[in-house]
């Protein structure tokens, strides 16, 4: 039993109020009781409560109406339906509008402990559920994705179109650009959010293993395989399943896979029925997956079959406006995590990041963040608390010079171009001043109101 449990109990005969009442009481639970539906609904809407025990015949509103009624506005607590009259069309009426049991009097005071139990129990695992799922739901929001960079900006953009939908998905992008977390943000904010999310790493499951772990298997269809198996495909059925590496998969999986694709059922090794399938599916891979086709490692038709709706991640290094505010992120994360005074980077430190390549892309940053955060006592992280190679990447760079394009006879888009500039060096000073825009204009050598003017024009997030 779950400690002080909230119960409540609605009958309109006294004596079997208060009786019930005063037993379950007795039992530890907290128990409230109502005369009528009408004063029944009143307390609904003041408490919460875990179940409710209400006879079926009740003047004015029903026992029937208050089990829909909270059915509505509290699934997860159970409704429990009692009555001195007995009959199989209202046993079903009740177990067809969500009643958790449906019972007769005289109640057998064991056996309604039994039933509450049981009750409970749901009620606890509906309301982790949903807990659970709220909490993905808020972790995986777009606005959880950070980047105002116009390459993210982009991708938000698809995200919004195809999130609706059940069309297959590729995401492209190198390790560490967070391809998983953009397909579960998409599975999360989509149709199918209440249903599975499937995730398989296809490079890192041996070959002779990964055709088992995908489609599953029967018992006895091969050594080692002592009980019927659901393959990844089957447990994410009516959900998404991501393929996360998909262009390591061997060629004769392949094959297999292009059937499940276009026949959306599954057969499991050793077997011979089919299953049929719902299942979304969103690949990732960090390979150019045309220049694979054309070396003969990946099948045509399965790219055209996986390659319907793109989306291409940009590398940290081509979305650097994004770096102080990735790293801001993260050092709030992992402040608040690990029970730690809020600490900032020093403008070096944080330009020292910003013109290092990050080949591990966000994964790396994230890493460098808190491993920096954990080894240094301080509240402002210098360059000297940064790895060695982030530091040497700022020591030994120069001013990158502005990449002038050459007039031609088509002519050039100056406006466009001096644009440009202009938001990149606003994006870095408002990055090297944590978005405090009067140091910014001081490092850009102009006054305050032409920068919020600027901001405006350019339309910069700041």
Same mark, same amino acid.
């Given at each position: 039993?779950?400690?002080?449990?909230?119960?409540?109990? +609605?009958?309109?005969?006294?004596?079997?109020?208060?009786?019930?009442?005063?037993?379950?009481?007795?039992?530890?639970?907290?128990?409230?009781?109502?005369?009528?539906?009408?004063?029944?609904? @009143?307390? !609904?809407?003041?408490?919460?409560?875990? =179940?409710?025990?209400?006879?079926?015949?009740?003047?004015?509103?029903?026992?029937?109406?208050?089990?829909?009624?909270?059915?509505?506005?509290?699934?997860?607590?159970?409704?429990?339906?009692?009555?001195?009259?007995?009959?199989?069309?209202?046993?079903?009426?009740?177990?067809?509008? *969500?009643?958790?049991?449906?019972?007769?009097?005289?109640?057998?005071?064991?056996?309604?402990?039994?039933?509450?139990?049981?009750?409970?129990?749901?009620?606890?695992?509906?309301?982790?559920?949903?807990?659970?799922?709220?909490?993905?739901?808020?972790?995986?929001?777009?606005?959880?994705?950070? *980047?105002?960079? !116009?390459?993210?900006?982009?991708?938000?953009?698809?995200?919004?179109?195809?999130?609706?939908?059940?069309?297959?998905?590729?995401?492209?992008?190198?390790?560490?650009?967070?391809?998983? %977390?953009?397909?579960?943000?998409?599975?999360? &904010?989509?149709?199918?959010?209440?249903?599975?999310?499937?995730?398989?790493?296809?490079?890192?499951?041996?070959?002779? %293993?990964?055709?088992?772990?995908?489609?599953?298997?029967?018992? *006895?269809?091969?050594?080692?395989?002592?009980?019927?198996?659901?393959?990844?495909?089957?447990?994410?059925?009516?959900?998404?399943?991501?393929?996360?590496?998909?262009?390591?998969?061997?060629?004769? %999986?392949?094959?297999?896979?292009?059937?499940? !694709?276009?026949?959306?059922?599954?057969?499991?090794?050793?077997?011979?029925?089919?299953?049929?399938?719902? =299942?979304?599916?969103?690949?990732?891979?960090?390979? &150019?997956?045309?220049?694979?086709?054309?070396?003969?490692?990946?099948?045509?038709?399965?790219?055209?079959?996986?390659?319907?709706?793109?989306?291409?991640?940009?590398? %940290?290094?081509?979305?650097? #406006? @994004?770096?102080?505010?990735?790293?801001?992120?993260?050092?709030?994360?992992?402040?608040?995590?690990?029970?730690? =005074?809020?600490?900032?980077?020093?403008?070096?430190?944080?330009?020292?990041?910003?013109?290092?390549?990050?080949?591990? &892309?966000?994964? #790396?940053?994230?890493?460098?963040?808190?491993?920096?955060?954990?080894?240094?006592?301080?509240?402002?992280? #210098?360059?000297? @608390?940064?790895?060695?190679?982030? *530091?040497?990447?700022?020591?030994?760079?120069?001013?990158?010079?502005?990449?002038?394009?050459?007039?031609?006879?088509?002519?050039?888009?100056?406006?466009?171009?001096?644009?440009?500039?202009?938001?990149?060096? +606003?994006?870095?000073?408002?990055?090297?001043?944590?978005? =405090?825009?009067?140091?910014?204009?001081?490092?850009? &050598?102009?006054?305050?109101?032409?920068?919020?003017?600027? +901001?405006?024009?350019?339309?910069?997030?700041?």
């Amino acid at each position: 039993m779950k400690p002080y449990s909230q119960i409540l109990v +609605i009958d309109d005969d006294p004596s079997n109020r208060e009786a019930i009442s005063l037993l379950l009481s007795s039992t530890g639970y907290q128990v409230q009781s109502a005369a009528s539906g009408e004063e029944a609904l @009143d307390l !609904l809407q003041q408490n919460s409560f875990e =179940v409710i025990l209400t006879d079926l015949f009740l003047p004015g509103i029903s026992g029937i109406d208050i089990l829909k009624k909270v059915k509505e506005d509290a699934p997860s607590s159970s409704v429990i339906l009692i009555t001195g009259k007995a009959s199989a069309e209202t046993a079903v009426e009740a177990m067809k509008s *969500g009643a958790f049991d449906y019972l007769t009097k005289p109640l057998h005071f064991e056996r309604l402990k039994v039933v509450i139990a049981k009750a409970l129990e749901k009620t606890q695992l509906l309301s982790e559920n949903f807990y659970l799922r709220q909490q993905l739901r808020g972790k995986y929001r777009f606005d959880k994705i950070i *980047g105002n960079s !116009l390459a993210m900006q982009q991708v938000f953009s698809r995200m919004e179109k195809i999130v609706g939908t059940d069309s297959t998905i590729l995401i492209l992008g190198d390790s560490g650009t967070g391809k998983e %977390l953009v397909a579960k943000a998409i599975h999360f &904010n989509g149709n199918r959010k209440d249903k599975p999310f499937v995730a398989i790493n296809c490079g890192a499951i041996p070959a002779e %293993l990964l055709e088992s772990e995908l489609f599953g298997h029967i018992k *006895g269809a091969f050594t080692g395989a002592i009980a019927d198996k659901k393959g990844k495909f089957e447990q994410a059925n009516h959900g998404t399943i991501f393929l996360d590496e998909i262009a390591t998969m061997p060629l004769h %999986l392949q094959m297999k896979l292009l059937r499940v !694709l276009q026949e959306q059922e599954v057969e499991k090794v050793g077997g011979n029925q089919t299953i049929k399938l719902d =299942v979304r599916v969103i690949s990732a891979t960090n390979a &150019n997956l045309e220049d694979t086709v054309k070396r003969g490692r990946f099948r045509e038709d399965l790219y055209y079959r996986l390659n319907v709706i793109p989306i291409k991640l940009p590398a %940290l290094k081509e979305r650097r #406006e @994004d770096i102080a505010l990735l790293a801001r992120h993260f050092v709030q994360k992992i402040c608040q995590e690990s029970g730690r =005074v809020p600490v900032t980077f020093s403008s070096e430190a944080m330009r020292a990041m910003e013109v290092y390549p990050w080949p591990g &892309n966000v994964r #790396e940053l994230e890493n460098v963040v808190e491993r920096t955060i954990t080894l240094s006592d301080g509240s402002i992280m #210098e360059v000297a @608390d940064l790895p060695t190679d982030i *530091g040497q990447a700022d020591a030994g760079s120069q001013e990158p010079a502005i990449a002038c394009p050459k007039v031609t006879e088509q002519g050039i888009d100056m406006p466009q171009f001096v644009a440009g500039i202009e938001r990149d060096l +606003i994006h870095s000073a408002l990055a090297l001043t944590n978005g =405090v825009k009067a140091r910014a204009a001081d490092l850009l &050598n102009i006054k305050r109101t032409t920068l919020v003017e600027k +901001i405006k024009r350019l339309r910069i997030e700041a």
